[in-house]
Nanobody, 119 residues
Framework: QVQLVESGGGLVQAGGSLRLSCAAS????????MGWFRQAPGKEREFVAA????????DYANSVKGRFTISRDNAKNTVYLQMNSLKPEDTAIYYC????????????WGQGTQVTVSS
């Protein structure tokens, strides 16, 4: 079955950086798009960033534009999220997700990795 495993979360001071990784396995379809979402305590899960299979097209939430960069390595079935200039409001559990290209909904989700930004 499809498995997504996130890593790279942790505690960082405001203004710092973190790089999240998400390795996918068990994928039996292609092409597929990958994305990052986050959920802060007491809030709904929200979109952060997405990247198409080719890697040439990306999309970001307004709140992270200019600070976060999504990238992928298809040879490794891995997606990354470079997070710079972190703010306390970026504190959340970050999830990666996969969907078939052309589909609207993400069908596969990781377990999440905690990111905590202290002020």
């Amino acid at each position: 079955q499809v498995q997504l495993v996130e890593s790279g979360g942790g505690l960082v001071q405001a203004g710092g950086s973190l790089r999240l990784s998400c390795a996918a396995s068990g994928l039996t379809f292609s092409p597929y798009n990958m994305g990052w979402f986050r959920q802060a305590p007491g809030k709904e899960r929200e979109f952060v960033a997405a990247i198409r299979f080719s890697g040439g097209s990306t999309d970001y939430a307004n709140s992270v534009k200019g600070r976060f960069t999504i990238s992928r390595d298809n040879a490794k079935n891995t997606v990354y999220l470079q997070m710079n200039s972190l703010k306390p409001e970026d504190t959340a559990i970050y999830y990666c997700a996969v969907k078939r290209a052309g589909y609207t909904m993400y069908g596969y989700w990781g377990q999440g990795t905690q990111v905590t930004v202290s002020s």
